[in-house]
């Protein structure tokens, strides 16, 4: 049994020579800190080696221990120091192939656009930042898209500004310099002529004033004063708003809730979504037809649907009618009473804007547009 004392002194001894070595190392990590990981384990490594040897062989000396058996000691802890900084310069090898791997991995990036994560397994340090990468390099190439869809439709709307203002303001052009060159004399005409300048200037407003909203929606500027009111009230308000509108088209309207329907939105936005909706219908309704507006609860959202008797929409143009400037007909410029093609970009902006959606289906002798929105508890 080795007395307690003579413990305390092999502590003593080798904790002072680990302390020394252990400082040098310390030193040493803080040059190379900015190295690789191999070098720093290799660091790591050489200092326990040493840290041990320098421990036994202090102890060794002072403990009298004769020189055979000091051999023997020494180059056993010699032997296994060797083995333990092999394995560690074996394990600092794979660490820095893998960061290696997970480099090219970034490298090539920019050639391919796609971020493929390196093959096999990663210690969970650079597993956790491959995946971060994965991620953060998804989100991109999402925004990227977005960003590219946005181009591509303000370069519609431009394209789009470009030919359907200029028409109708060569229109009220030629019609204002008639007038002011006394061309045109003949009261009626004159009279006629004024008639028109002033509904085209009203369309260009109206055309304006929708590019205007569709540009706020396009650039998710969208400011919603949101109150909660009922859905039923914001239909009646809409359907007396385009009273008029249908009586001079002789179209019959019908309007129908299911109760309170509380949401929380901005009423000027949404109605102005409804109202779209329902000029459509009206508009491409023929006289004595009727359009339908009902509200109610369906699958836990409050729901209004706009049905009319267009006759029914081309299957084809079904999925782009809420596309900007999508029109039906092939012709480009407007009719007399058509719109820009605004009307229901800025509804599904407007929907979508309050979390909700946007529908339509042909039904019956004509369409049913739909609206979601959630209630609001
Ligand atoms: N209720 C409807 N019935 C039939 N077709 C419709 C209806 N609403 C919209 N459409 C079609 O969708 C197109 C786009 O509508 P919209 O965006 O409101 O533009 P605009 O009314 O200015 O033409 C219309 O030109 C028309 O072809
Ligand atoms: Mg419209």
Redesign the pocket.
């Known amino acids: 049994m080795i007395p307690i004392a003579d413990l305390l002194e092999i502590a003593a001894i080798t904790g002072g020579t680990g302390l020394v070595i252990a400082a040098a190392g310390l030193a040493l990590m803080w040059v190379i800190r900015d190295r690789s990981v191999g070098a720093m384990l290799a660091v790591v490594a050489a200092v326990t080696v040493a840290a041990t040897l320098g421990g036994v062989v202090a102890t060794t000396f002072k403990m009298l221990i004769n020189p055979h058996d000091r051999s023997v000691v020494l180059t056993v802890v010699a032997v296994g120091g060797m083995v333990g900084f092999g394995v560690a310069l074996l394990l600092a090898r794979r660490v820095v192939a893998d960061s290696r791997r997970l480099l090219k991995a970034v490298q090539i990036v920019p050639m391919f656009g796609q971020f493929t994560p390196p093959e096999g397994r990663m210690p969970t340090e650079l597993a956790t930042i491959s995946k971060a990468l994965e991620e953060a390099h998804e989100s991109l190439r999402e925004a990227r898209e977005r960003e590219r869809a946005l181009d591509a439709s303000r370069r519609e709307l431009v394209a789009w500004v470009s030919h359907d203002l200029r028409t109708p303001l060569a229109g009220l052009r030629a019609m204002a310099e008639a007038l002011e060159d006394g061309i045109i004399d003949d009261p009626a005409t004159v009279q006629r002529y004024y008639g028109q300048i002033r509904l085209e200037a009203g369309r260009l407003t109206q055309m304006v004033d929708d590019l205007f909203e569709l540009s706020r929606i396009n650039a998710g500027a969208l400011s919603l004063s949101r109150h909660r009111i009922g859905l039923d009230d914001l239909v009646a308000d809409t359907l007396a708003g385009v009273e008029a509108l249908a009586r001079a088209k002789g179209v019959r309207l019908h309007g129908a809730s299911q109760g309170m329907l509380p949401v929380e939105v901005d009423s000027g936005e949404v109605g102005r979504a409804l109202r ?2 329902v ?3 009206i ?3 023929p006289a004595d037809g009727s359009v339908s507006v009902q509200a109610g609860v369906v699958d836990g959202m409050a729901c209004v649907s ?1 049905s ?1 008797a ?4 081309p299957e084809d ?1 079904l999925p782009r ?2 596309e900007v400037a ?4 092939a012709a480009r410029t ?1 009719g007399p009473d ?10 599904r902006g407007i929907v979508e804007a309050h979390m909700g959606a946007i529908g ?1 289906c042909n039904t019956g002798p ?2 049913r ?1 739909m609206i979601r929105l959630p209630l609001s508890v």
């Open positions: 779209n909706l000029v459509n219908a508009r491409h309704t706009v009319d267009c006759g029914g929409i143009d009618v809420f999508f029109r039906g007909s407007p058509g719109g820009a093609g605004l009307g229901l970009a800025i509804a339509v004509g369409c547009f």
